[in-house]
């Protein structure tokens, strides 16, 4: 049976992991914030470059350019966004297990996977997928360099016919506590469907504009900067989520050190207790023997 200095040592143990993950919360919620507001500001942007690309295309009859191209998905490009660290969660698993929902049906295709995030790339090679490049340490300070880098490599394999198709796996952040897991269709980029635009967006669907350059130029310019916006406001949400999955997990941790403390400080004073009452007893055993 544990003694009381074994509790004291157990308490005290837990104690300093409790203090361990308190500070990692407070670390994660500070980082959160910010990294919430990088995430918010770069969405109007990227909605917007997309609706203005995919209206361009809607009127062109024929659009001719090498990140156009449709053909049967035959190789499939899939670019995975995971951590860089654990203790959040189930924020790793969920993406991965997203990803092996995508993968399991296109079991017969040539897969390729561009994992962004350590956690991402170490499951996915121990998978055995084909690793067209990785990125790792990138998500704790997103910057637009590494996003053009991404889109580099993606925008020259779907050109060079190497991928038919190229798609996103990320978390997307919505709440601190609901993540929404999201599998985006990247390349290639699909015309305005009438059942996707709203009132305003078919109003202006109606009007005829004049283009200073060729349609064609403006498709030239417009796609790298769509597939590069794109990227970042992936790995920007991507790292708003794990930071308040991280917040989420260390404060569950806290909590569940206090209910570990309370409770074995509980058993160590029912231990004490019961030593104390053994001594009395014999005591009075004693005192009663003599007399």
């Known amino acids: 049976m544990p003694t009381l200095l074994d509790f004291r040592r157990r308490i005290r143990s ?104 350590k956690k991402g790339r170490d499951t996915l090679k121990k998978a055995g997928f084909h690793i067209a490049a990785e990125y790792v340490n990138v998500l704790a300070r997103v910057n637009f360099g590494t996003a053009r880098d991404i889109a580099s490599v993606v925008t ?30 990247l390349l290639p980029v699909e015309a305005m469907r009438a059942d996707e635009e709203s ?34 406001r992936a790995m920007l949400e991507s790292s708003a989520a794990e930071h308040a999955a991280r917040m989420t997990a260390m404060e569950s941790a806290t909590k569940n050190a206090g209910d570990v403390i309370e409770a074995l400080t509980l058993h160590m004073n029912k231990v004490r207790q019961a030593a104390i009452t053994k001594e009395i007893i014999e005591i009075v055993s004693g005192a009663s023997s003599t007399a």
């Open 156 to 185: 020259d394999l779907y050109a060079k016919e190497e991928a038919d198709s190229v798609y996103m796996v990320f978390s997307e952040f919505k709440t601190v506590m609901t993540p929404n897991l999201v599998l985006e269709k």
């Open 199 to 232: 009132a305003n967006e078919r109003a202006s669907a109606q009007i005829d504009y004049i283009y200073e350059q060729p349609k064609e130029v403006l498709l030239d310019r417009l796609l790298p900067r769509y597939i590069e916006t794109q990227i970042l």
């Open 14 to 117: 837990v104690k300093n992991t409790q203090q361990i993950t308190r500070a990692m919360k407070f670390v994660a919620a500070a980082r959160l914030r910010r990294a919430q507001e990088a995430a918010l500001a770069a969405r109007p942007y990227a909605k917007e470059l997309a609706r203005v690309l995919r209206s361009i295309m809607s009127r062109i009859d024929q659009p001719e350019h090498p990140l156009l191209a449709h053909r049967p998905e035959e190789k499939i490009l899939v670019v995975v966004l995971t951590g860089e660290r654990g203790l959040a969660g189930a924020f790793n698993s969920n993406i991965l297990r997203k990803a092996n929902e995508f993968f399991r049906p296109n079991k017969g295709k040539k897969i390729s996977v561009i994992p962004v995030g």
